[in-house]
């Protein structure tokens, strides 16, 4: 045997136990990101289940709008405004929305009266009490959905028309009576 054996043995023992300390490392990370791995899966299930329950209810949505039904069996508290007057010309416009003979289109979808009204009626709501007058509902609420694409409107005739424009147009019409 020569010198070196006893430093070879050292070095090899403390190469075989650096090896078990990754090994141990390596499978605590391992079971780590297992167990994120098991998170995110069941996340994902809850997401899918959400948007599936989410998914059927607009479907029913949707059904009933096509079935003709005026009122939908959702309730929508109404708009904040900061006087009467406003609030009385922004549930005006509203109405102006909802007439059934009216189609509308939003990012290459098309879209029933009734649903484009209810839509309009909750990101009014969501506004709260900042709609300080009708010109502001039309302008924040009602030209643009809230990924930016602009809303049109449709008549019987299949003009069809920028929302924001149409309902000035209806505005100063009521404003004039």
Partial sequence: MTQSDPATRRLKKTVLVLTCVFLLL??????????????VRQQVAELREHTGQMAKGLGQVEQALAKGVRQLPINIPEPLSANEQTAGEIAHLLDCVGQPELRYEYEDKQRAAEWVQMKLKG???????????????????????????????IDKAGKKSELRVWLAERLQEYRSR
Avoid: P, W
């Fill in 26 to 39: 390596l499978c605590v990370v391992t079971g780590l990101l297992l167990s994120l791995l098991v998170d």
């Fill in 123 to 153: 990101k009014a709501v969501l506004f709260g009490g900042k709609l300080a007058s009708a010109e502001d509902f039309i302008d924040n609420v009602a030209a643009k959905t809230s990924e930016g694409a602009l809303y049109y409107v």
